[in-house]
């Protein structure tokens, strides 16, 4: 019986949650002015070049990984089959 009440109050807390989210989302948008969030103090001070210098970087490390273990299947692979 307590688990047919906690699925519906768990049910109920998310229906209000999703209802309720947008609409504290817009009246924090009209407390500003309407113009929104302005975040620009925030971008600024980030230096994106050097952020997407590191993202690459580790994508490329992480596409070595890949090629590297693919690399090692193919081959365990060859010498299993002879």
Known sequence: MFGKTKQALTRIGAFTLAVAAPAVFAAEGDVVGGKGIDLSPLTNSVNFGSVLTGIMA?????????????????ILRMVRGA
């Open 58 to 74: 580790v994508a490329g490390s992480l596409i070595v990984l890949y090629a590297g273990s693919a690399g090692v299947r193919w």
